[in-house]
């Protein structure tokens, strides 16, 4: 094998400034593949100020290196991998801050990781790296919540799906979970109703909601029950803040369609949960990246995601807009992301 050189972008400690510095090339175990990262975007967890860090993720060794969304090609594959190969262009969801895993070389800021090869996605020509980097975490915590038997358990999406008869709402469509959630959904052939702001309604309409109704309405709950009258509600998926309260609400009021997924902190979902079982509710709360561990993962990256970006039944959302060239850049994008950012996905090329 030839020698390779790896850089990281480190962040030392908690609050810490991040770092560019060396790092060591670590070679593929079994079903495990080495990409050389082309791009990447960055996501909140990312940039949590240092209490923060030990809150969502008290395991985390430091040094450490961070990051979730991985886009570039294959340069080598561990033993039992037979569906990639060198030189591929794929996509992936690096795993290193999740628990079970806990070491730098699976971080996506560097620029060679370590990846799960049922996490990985061949990419089509007509997708650049930028593009594709918007995609696994978010997508990733999307397919949690809608598939895994302990969330929303849902159907999975396929290429010739039955006509489900049923409506997922999806609360914060124009998020990048939010975004994924509602194609996912269709592909499974699942009506949807989703909010978001008045100037995404074109957005989330584009992505296969049939219904978009405006997340700050005063009347949001009552528009959203006659959207989805008559269709019953197979599950909610609740992103963002201000979500699950309206979400009880409306899952309350609706035969079937018991269960949300929250994408909101644990600890308040928890709170929230308690309050659900006084009207039937019951509410999960989503960790992106238990799909590794169990039939979701593989279902979505090896099963469904390469036909359906091939043949465009499945986009990168929201639009990824490059921030920079170079590890050194992704502070920039991690503070761009902090000023807020809406219908877009920051990304930085490598």
């Known amino acids: 094998m030839m020698s390779r050189q790896n850089t990281a972008l480190w962040l030392p400690k908690p609050g810490a400034r991040f770092e560019v510095g060396p790092a060591p090339y670590t070679s593929p175990a079994a079903n495990e593949v080495v990409v050389r990262v082309r791009a990447v975007a960055v996501n909140p967890i990312d940039g949590l100020p240092g209490f923060l860090y030990r809150l969502a993720l008290p395991w985390l060794t430091f040094p450490a290196v961070v990051g979730s969304d991985v886009a570039g090609e ?10 990639l190969q060198p030189g591929d262009r794929v996509l992936g969801h690096a795993f290193g801050v999740d628990k079970s895993q806990n070491r730098a070389a699976e971080s996506a800021f560097q620029h060679y990781v370590v990846l799960m090869q ?12 930028a593009e594709a980097a918007v995609l696994p975490l978010a997508l990733s915590t999307a397919a949690t ?20 008869g049923e409506t997922v709402l999806v609360w914060g469509g124009s998020t990048s979970v939010g975004s994924n959630a509602i194609q996912l959904a269709r592909n499974a052939d699942y009506q949807v109703v989703a909010t978001a702001s008045p100037h995404n309604f074109d957005h989330v309409r584009s992505l296969g909601a049939v219904h978009v109704v405006d997340r700050s309405s005063p009347t949001v709950v009552e528009e959203i029950l006659e959207r989805i009258a008559g269709s019953p509600l197979a599950g909610t998926l609740a992103i963002g803040s201000g979500s699950l309260l309206k979400a009880i609400a409306i899952a309350a009021r609706t035969p079937g369609g018991k269960r949300i997924a929250s994408t909101q902190p644990a600890l308040f979902t928890h709170i929230m949960r308690r309050r659900a079982r006084r009207h039937g509710v019951r509410v999960s709360s989503i960790w992106g990246g238990t799909l590794k561990d169990n039939e979701v993962g593989p279902a979505i990256y090896t099963g469904f995601l390469p036909t359906a970006l091939a043949t465009g039944a499945y986009r990168p959302a929201p639009e990824a807009t490059i921030i920079g060239h170079g590890l050194a850049h992704i502070p920039d994008a991690l503070r761009e992301l902090k000023s807020g950012v809406s219908a877009k996905k920051l990304v930085v090329t490598l």
């Open 118 to 129: 049922h996490m990985v996605s061949p990419l089509p020509d007509s997708l650049t790296f």
């Open 74 to 83: 294959v340069v080598e594959v561990g033993a039992d991998v037979t569906r």
């Open 145 to 164: 919540g809608m598939f895994q038997q302990d969330h929303l358990g849902l159907a999975m999406p396929g290429a010739e799906p039955a006509d489900r």
